[in-house]
């Protein structure tokens, strides 16, 4: 009986071995991927970028501090944050849009937001990208506290993903 279970336990051993050099050669066959880290696209001589509280446009109330607030996070992450006078550039942000609706497949509500972001420097034409997108979520069980709550954490989930995607076509701009 040990003697089945051992070509067996070896075969997989060898199977999960080659596996891993196929990962591993494919790595490093140069695939057209590259690991570069975030934020290198900014602007040359541009140390620090500040982010004021972006204009809401919306009758939705403090929105434009949750997305000012992600785009705060991924300016820090990548060590660009700054504040006051000694910012190179700084990002205007205007939350343009937001709208809910039910959406047709199941019992589901979609909400979606569009947001304009800017970057300004002294001495050079503004950069501008705009930024548009939606988030599902269950309306709850037929309480009104619960379908707002459920809202308000697909509003925030929409906040972070349309910022951090803001942030990276504005990095890739500059």
């Known amino acids: ?19 891993g050099l196929g990962v591993g050669s494919a790595l ?3 695939c057209g991927y590259r690991f570069t880290p975030r934020g290198e696209g900014l602007p040359e001589g541009v140390k620090s970028v500040c982010a004021p509280i972006f204009i809401n446009d919306t009758p939705e109330p403090a929105l434009e501090t949750l997305f000012t607030r992600y ?4 300016l820090t992450r990548v060590g660009r944050l ?3 006078a000694s910012c190179d550039a700084k990002v205007e942000g205007a939350v343009l849009s937001l709208w809910s609706s039910p959406t047709i497949v199941g019992r589901f509500f979609r909400v979606a937001a569009t947001v304009r972001l800017r970057l300004v420097r002294e001495g050079q034409p503004p950069q501008e990208t705009v930024i548009s997108g939606t988030e599902d979520y269950l309306p709850g069980s037929g309480d009104i ?10 509003l925030d989930r929409l906040a972070q993903v349309l910022m951090r995607d803001g942030f990276d076509r504005l990095a890739s701009t500059w």
């Open 1 to 19: 009986m040990s003697l089945r279970s051992k070509p067996a336990s070896r075969r997989l051993h060898v199977a999960v071995l080659l596996s």
């Open 28 to 30: 490093l066959s140069g």
């Open 71 to 74: 785009f705060r996070q991924e």
């Open 82 to 84: 700054g504040s006051g």
């Open 145 to 154: 506290l619960e379908a707002e709550s459920n809202r308000q954490a697909a």
